[in-house]
């Protein structure tokens, strides 16, 4: 196993990788979003194999993995000789870009314009529930919804209007970003920063296993908190700081070719 | 009783007149309100009785009334000679003064600027409740007001912003409007409507009469629904139409001298 003789490699995993709280189908995503997201990208086993086994993680629990992302439809897999590929269905590959310009967003969102819509106690839930489904809002109380940018002209039930100049209290930024969510990006962030600056010697399925932590980290951070400017942030929020170590690793680690990945390498 | 022998006078007072729905002490109030809100004015016993017992309220019952004003803390009464006069505490000429702008306003509310204030579930109430206690404050919901002007700067526990371009849903039009509260608008814009425009013949008493029975109906329209532009008015209010004629019928009455009115008439 040639691949894992870096210590500087080892040290990283080990600070990046969180075994208690390892979902392997949820990494196999982060990697496939993060690395073969296009039309014809695909990976073979033999290469999933060796970026995800240094993380702790056996055949056997990847095989598992596998078939449940088969049946729930993100994954197919096929036949290649006496190897197998796997490549995103059509559904896995719009779920990852859904959410692909939020995780790879380098900048916190920037200051805009917001409106409201509000519900009375009787009336207009549905409507309220509706607008909450969609992007761009964000829940402020059971009868209230902030959204993003100028009221829309249709607003149903509700009392809608443009709104500026917010002061927003402590139990808004609180709720917008709990102590839990604050606490897991602290941890990344000491993560990210322990960890030592990625050596030249990495080979492809190396950088693979760092992007995926990486990036499997991040997007569990950055996908549990709408994007908001920094005056929507609780006193200690440390995600800016944290988004930019996660890119400057990122930077440091370029996307293997996938041909390179998925070559057998000789051992 | 000269003074009742008008049927222009007799028509109006019948047809302002609401017999159902009388507080003999409130409609007091109206009197004083409208003709002795000064420090020095005073109204004498037999005046009180000249201008109310035409509507068909008994000596006995404005008696009673009075001492219930008393002992409220609205009115005082003292001896005369051998006749009572009674006059308005300054704890009752506060309340009527406090009143008095929104009564005797003759414009809808011009439109404005507005604020929002919001308290989440399990915070904040106590501080919106408190701003609800204030002037220019409108509970839109249980964690929502809307209030005029900009933003105070201080909001403690609320999240605050500046509202503007505001669409009002029709639950938001009733609650402010209630159904009973149209109706009681829709009755008094009939009876303002139906009446005669006053004769020129009317004596001080009868004039005394027909403003206080004019301001005692708006007043309890008009203190039922805060200030507001067009905008907020659900469909088929008739507030803007019955204002106007309340006002048109009030210049053509205009306030007796108090000396007149408490002459005692030779009859």
Redesign the interface.
């Known amino acids: 196993m040639t691949h894992t003789d870096n210590p500087c490699f080892e040290t990283s995993v080990n600070l990046l990788n969180d075994p208690q709280n390892q979902r392997v189908w949820s990494i196999i995503i982060s990697l496939f979003g993060d690395m073969a997201q296009q039309p014809k990208d695909q990976i073979s086993g033999g290469a999933l194999t060796r970026v995800i086994t240094p993380l702790g993680i056996k055949p056997e629990a990847i095989r598992v993995a596998l078939h449940r992302l088969r049946k729930d439809g993100w994954i197919e897999s096929v036949r290649s000789g006496r190897a197998s590929v796997h490549y995103l269905t059509e559904f896995g590959r719009t779920q990852c870009a859904a959410v692909t310009p939020r995780i790879y967003a380098r900048e916190p969102g920037a200051p805009q314009s ?1 409106h ?1 819509l ?7 839930q549905a409507a309220l529930d509706e607008a909450l489904l969609l992007p761009g809002y964000i829940a ?5 919804a902030l959204g993003f940018g ?2 829309p002209g249709k ?18 930024k609180t ?1 917008l970003f709990p102590a839990d969510l604050s606490n897991s990006c602290a941890a990344l962030l000491k993560a990210v920063n322990a960890i030592p600056d990625p050596a030249p010697d990495l080979n492809s399925a190396q950088v693979a296993t760092l992007r995926t932590l990486i990036v499997h980290r991040w997007r569990r951070v950055v996908l549990r908190h709408p994007d908001l400017p920094a005056n929507f942030h609780p006193a200690g929020w440390v995600g800016e700081a944290c988004q930019r170590r996660v890119f400057s690793l990122l930077d440091q680690l370029p996307r293997p070719v996938l041909a390179d990945l998925c070559e057998t390498p000789e051992i």
Chains 1, 2 share one sequence.
């Open positions: 917001w409201l509000i519900a009375a106690e009787t009336c207009g402020v109380n059971r009868t209230t100028p009221k607003t149903q039930d509700l009392l809608a209007l443009d709104a500026d100049n917010l002061t927003l209290p402590n139990w808004f709720q």
